[in-house]
């Protein structure tokens, strides 16, 4: 038999338990702050998997460790030029918390002015700060093949940055592994799996004190 006042009153608890469910998963939102790692294929875990990637290695251990989340949105082949550009709509959709900024290997290799690589990467500070999301740099290095003068101008952007604008450096994302050959890939750019928890171990030795 049919109880018209039973059926609404079992609609009316459902409506009220779906609306403390979404309520729930809004405050779980909210309190789980959120990292963007806006990166190239060093960032991308380029010819590896990208569960052995640092990004993915980031990823694990601030789940175990933390209630950070983490966005990598690192593209191989990026450039600060495409980074500024993917950037806005990034900060829109996942309202990050920190920016981790690993960028300009691209712009470097192919020998963009300096300047010009300095100007993208300190706008996208600046719209990061705006959306409200701190922002870490973390610099790299080129191979010494491009001659003492550009390679000077290259490496001075990072740190002037940082200081500039008060910002947290990681100076050098592959310390410890560019020089080593048998944690490069043959390319001699790209890092292989073996060398990726060093990498992270790099990061994070800056990035931990961001965290609390």
């Known amino acids: 038999m049919f109880y018209p006042w039973k059926n609404k009153k079992v609609s009316w608890v459902t409506g009220l338990f779906l609306v403390v469910l979404i309520n729930a998963g809004v405050l779980l939102a909210a309190e789980q702050p959120t990292i963007l790692v806006m990166g190239d294929s060093l960032s991308a875990a380029y010819n590896i998997p990208t569960s052995s990637g640092w990004a993915s290695l980031l990823e694990k251990r601030l789940n175990e460790q933390s209630n950070w989340q983490l ?7 990026e450039t600060t030029q495409g980074g500024l550009t993917r950037l806005p709509d990034l900060l829109r ?10 960028l300009g290997a691209n712009d470097g290799l192919r020998g963009l002015p300096p300047s010009l690589i300095s100007n993208n990467l300190e706008k996208m500070v600046k719209l990061s700060e705006l959306s409200g999301a701190k922002v870490m740099l973390i610099g ?14 290259f490496e001075n952007i990072y740190p002037n940055l940082a200081k500039e604008h008060q910002l947290p450096l990681v100076p050098f994302l592959l310390e410890g592994v560019a020089d080593k050959p048998d944690l490069m890939q043959e390319d001699e750019l790209h890092p292989t799996a073996a060398a990726q928890p060093k990498i992270l171990e790099t990061v994070w030795l800056e990035l931990k004190n961001l965290l609390n």
Not at 93 to 102: A, I, K, S, W
């Open 71 to 77: 966005v990598n949105a690192s593209i191989s082949g």
């Open 93 to 102: 959709q996942h309202q990050p918390d920190l920016v981790l900024l690993e």
């Open 140 to 153: 790299i290095l080129l191979p010494p093949n491009y001659g003492p003068a550009y390679l000077a101008q």
